[in-house]
């Protein structure tokens, strides 16, 4: 009986050690031998012009951005933006661009009073164009902490500060300057693309690129892709990774926000209520954050980022990258630890706004607050909204929804997605120090979500190289570019085009060992 007994026991261990071992080499196997293939092309065009800058060339693409800075386009509500400097950005472009307003081949149209759009019609009108888009105004920067005045532009060791270089003048006159210096080596355009400048994306882009949406709509067009803000080349956000890694947004999140309020009987405060609005609302916003939405970690495109940037990382999380199948809970624990990777896996509440009270002895008669949520890909607005009440759980708290809209669709990512090849290209000409580029999540929102029925390949990717610091500065204190950071977002631009030019795409190439 005890023989039978240790007999089996030998067989269970046996088993549980066979099931480790197997699990262990389908890790392995996975890790090293089934890693999916990066799906790599043999090009055999380089683009025809080179990005050789002369002195004057560097002084010039410069210029036109700290001109563009020094305008203060700001906005602060939808109904409240600098409409003088909005109307001074289109006379500035102007000016500083000749070749693109003079070129027979471009047409350009001021939409909603301030916005731009350029059409550039090339050679072949059987291939189908695609879209450059940007925007020139900004949010609202404090004139404190500043090393130099937001409107400034000043330039300190080799940075230019100020609001809108990084958020996102460095487009929109980036994407100008490349195309100016290509129509002055004479380029000739095959493809025909757009150039779309907003005027009040800060503010939802309801007036600047929802219009432009609607005319291109109403013309008929559509889109063989959309590149727009949202994403970049991140340096150090990931902990493993060593080398910087251009991430692509394939999709952008959605966002609700919602006003709270309370009203109460006012009156005088040496006899105060158990509980005035201010607290009732306070409780209210304290629930929120002390519950944050659920954790949807590989229920998004996250994990597909992860997934296409496991060869990055050093040992032992190549391993764990690898086989998220099985190491996902305690990925997804890492993630959340940092705000800016918090907002992949999860809608993220931030508490914006907070108005109360009157006068030191007057019970408050209201008190408001404004939630902003940026939803995960994975949810939609309406079951947030309804997490949103169970979570605050009082009636007495008044919930008005100011603006919501849904996480945008995914956009392609495979082989065939003509726009992902053209930006894999363009950065292994520019950025050859890149050695990943992986579809992600854009965790703010853009103007691009207004040409959903364009085109369903919108990407959003900045071609800068970024720090988490950086990242701080976008609506933060001190937002600056390096001036050899803006003269590579202008050589990206500038190769883009002319690699958009292509026909057709390569045949992908098994052995390559191209991005
Ligand atoms: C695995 C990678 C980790 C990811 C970390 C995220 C790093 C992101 C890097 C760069 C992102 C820059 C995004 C800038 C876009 C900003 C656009 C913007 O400010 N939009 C406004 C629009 C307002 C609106 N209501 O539409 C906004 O989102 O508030
Ligand atoms: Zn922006
Ligand atoms: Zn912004």
Redesign the pocket.
């Known amino acids: 009986m005890a023989g039978r007994l240790r007999g089996a026991a030998l067989a269970g261990c046996l088993g549980l050690c066979g099931t480790a071992l197997a699990l262990l080499a389908v890790v392995l196997l996975r890790a090293y031998v089934l890693r999916p293939a990066p799906g790599p092309r043999v090009w055999g065009r380089r683009p025809e012009l080179g990005f050789e800058l002369s002195a004057r060339d560097r002084r010039e693409l410069k210029e036109a951005l700290r001109g563009a800075i020094k305008i203060q386009t700001v906005s602060f509500s939808p109904d409240d933006q600098n409409t003088t400097a909005l109307a001074e950005f289109g006379n500035y472009i102007k000016k500083v661009f000749p070749a693109v307003f003079s070129a027979k081949f471009i047409q350009h149209e001021i939409i909603g009073e301030y916005s731009h759009l350029f059409t550039v019609q090339g050679s072949d009108p059987q291939l189908t164009p695609y879209m450059l888009l940007a925007h020139m105004d900004v949010v609202p920067a404090s004139q404190e902490g500043w090393v130099a005045p937001p409107f400034s532009a000043e330039e300190r060791g080799g940075f230019i500060y100020g609001r809108g270089t990084m958020?996102n003048k460095n487009s929109a006159i980036g994407i100008l300057q490349a195309l100016e210096f290509l129509l002055r080596k004479d380029y000739r355009l095959r493809r025909s693309f757009y150039i779309g400048i907003g005027h009040d994306?800060?503010?939802?882009?309801h007036k600047g690129a929802r219009k432009i949406a609607d005319l291109l709509e109403a013309r008929g067009v559509k889109l063989s892709f959309l590149l727009d803000?949202?994403?970049?080349i991140?340096d150090g956000?990931?902990k493993g990774i060593k080398a910087p890694v251009a991430?692509i947004g394939i999709t952008e999140k959605g966002?609700l926000t919602v006003k709270l309020s309370v009203e109460k009987e006012p009156g005088h405060s040496s006899a105060p209520p158990k509980e005035t609005s201010i607290g009732i609302l306070a409780g209210a916003l304290s629930r929120l954050e002390q519950n944050p939405m659920p954790n949807m970690f590989g229920h998004g495109p996250e994990i597909r980022?992860l997934e296409h940037l496991a060869s990055e990382f050093t040992f032992p999380l190549n391993l764990i990258m690898t086989n998220l199948w099985l190491f996902s809970p305690i990925v997804s624990r890492i993630l959340q630890q940092m705000p800016?990777?918090n907002?992949?896996i999860r809608t993220t509440t931030a508490i914006t706004m907070f108005n109360a009270g009157i006068k030191t002895n007057i019970i408050p008669p209201s008190a408001k607050a404004t939630v902003n949520f940026r939803i995960h890909p994975s949810q939609k607005a309406e079951e947030v909204l309804e997490i949103i009440k169970t979570t605050i759980a009082d009636d007495r708290v008044k919930i008005d929804v100011q603006e919501t809209f849904d996480p945008n669709p995914i956009s392609p990512w495979d082989n065939q997605a003509f726009g992902v090849q053209i930006f894999r290209r363009t950065l292994l000409d520019v950025f050859p120090e890149v050695s990943s580029v992986a579809p992600?999540i854009?965790?703010?929102?853009?103007d691009s979500r207004h040409f959903a029925k364009l085109t369903d390949a919108i990407y959003l990717f900045?071609p800068l190289i970024?720090k988490p610091d950086d990242?701080l500065r976008?609506?933060g204190l001190n937002e600056r570019i390096s001036v050899e950071g803006y003269e590579k977002q202008v050589e990206f631009l500038y190769q883009l085009i002319q690699n958009s030019d292509i026909k057709k795409l390569p045949e992908p190439h098994a052995n390559s060992h191209e991005l």
């Open positions: 958020d994306e800060e503010i939802y882009g803000e949202g994403s970049a991140l956000f990931i991430v966002a980022t800016s990777t907002a992949l992600g854009c965790i703010a929102n853009t900045n970024i990242f976008i609506h």
